[in-house]
């Protein structure tokens, strides 16, 4: 199983990026996918998750600016950032549980991308 991130880069602040994460392989299915980052200097931390039902849930320094979705059939997951800051500066991450046959849900990552609100 591999997941496959794109899209971040430079932005100034207020401005937007989307990020996208694409998991491939042999997998039956795909639970809860999300977006975390890390800041140098910092701890990993939960920015976005989705569920394979659809419920969302935010870290409150993003609430209101972040958006998560995913398209199940395409098994890819997106980050829509708006209003960004210099302070959600950071590499961010993928995640996906993946359910591979004859094996416990798993947690695999993506290589992560990085993001710069700069101006």
């Known amino acids: 199983v591999q997941l496959q991130a794109s899209g971040g880069g430079l932005v100034q602040p207020g401005g937007s990026l989307r990020l996208s994460c694409a998991a491939s392989?042999?997998?039956?299915?795909?639970?809860?996918m999300g977006w975390y980052r890390q800041a140098p200097g910092k701890q990993r931390e939960l920015v976005a998750a989705?569920?394979?039902?659809?419920?969302?849930n935010y870290a409150d320094s993003v609430k209101g600016r972040f958006s998560i979705s995913r398209d199940s059939p395409k098994n890819t997951v997106y980050l829509q950032m708006d209003s960004l800051k210099p302070e959600d500066t950071a590499v961010y991450y993928c995640?996906?549980?993946?359910?591979?046959?004859?094996?416990?849900?798993?947690?695999?990552w993506g290589q992560g991308t990085q993001v710069t609100v700069s101006s």
């Open positions: 995640n996906a549980w993946v359910i591979v046959a004859f094996k416990p849900p798993s947690q695999y």
């Open positions: 392989g042999s997998f039956i299915s795909i639970g809860t």
């Open positions: 989705i569920t394979s039902g659809g419920s969302t």
